[in-house]
């Protein structure tokens, strides 16, 4: 499979618990995006990397969220002291970089639950 | 500021029937538009897109979508509904200067009756 893959799909944990996502974006794609997507609301971008560059973060990740993609490959999306209101699906996305002005491409994302 | 407004939350339609779904955007430059379509506990899937080219953009599943300036729509059609089509919508406009970031519009789901 060469799409967007996440990891894991479901995640339940207790409040104030960490948690820690995984996306593998498609392999050639230099661009990876992280949305989130919260009950009958549409994504909503969290933050995106170039490469290894994070290169803009949506005001909506707060000091407790951070983004990595150490060697501009896979991503890691943590939560810390995870609240309620985290409840959500996790989106990633991928697309190759600059010049291209098409699609973002998805993956399945990964659904929090937080008790 | 680049937006979009999808007009209804939820459409519902008897198969073999056309399907409009509404979509209104606001931008201040000639903007790239999308619909996605997500199934239940699948990922979004690009129905179409619109850059600037044709105004009248086909996608896949017999969707089409129709670019008016003058009106800042970008409604999604298709003649005649499948079950299959049965799911959750969003048409999404492409922020200029944010390096491909995408606003999404809050999803119109479709019902499809037999």
């Known amino acids: 499979d060469t799409g967007v893959s996440q990891d894991p799909r479901h995640k339940i944990t207790k409040r104030g618990q960490n948690v820690t996502f995984r996306c593998d974006p498609i392999s050639e794609h230099n661009r990876l995006y992280w949305y989130r997507q919260t009950l009958g609301q549409g994504p909503e971008f969290l933050t995106y990397f170039q490469n290894e560059a994070q290169l803009e973060k949506s005001r909506l990740l707060s000091d407790r969220f951070s983004a990595e993609r150490p060697k501009g490959s896979f991503s890691t999306l943590e939560i810390q002291r995870t609240e309620q209101g985290d409840s959500a699906m996790y989106l990633c996305?991928?697309?190759?970089?600059?010049?291209?002005?098409?699609?973002?491409?998805f993956g399945e994302g990964s659904r929090l639950t937080v008790l | 500021a680049q937006s979009v407004t999808q007009l209804d939350s939820h459409v519902s339609v008897s198969e073999g029937t056309p399907v409009l779904l509404r979509c209104n955007y606001s931008s201040s430059y000639s903007p790239s538009l999308f619909w996605y379509v997500q199934h239940p506990n699948k990922g979004l899937q690009l129905l179409l897109k619109y850059t600037s080219a044709a105004t009248l953009v086909k996608g896949i599943n017999g969707f089409e979508a129709e670019f008016k300036k003058s009106e800042t729509s970008f409604h999604l059609t298709k003649p005649s509904a499948h079950m299959s089509d049965a799911a959750e919508y969003f048409c999404v406009v492409s922020l200029i200067g944010s390096q491909g970031n995408l606003i999404f519009g809050k999803g119109t789901k479709l019902s499809v009756k037999p």
């Open positions: 996305a991928s697309r190759p970089g600059q010049g291209y002005t098409g699609e973002l491409f």
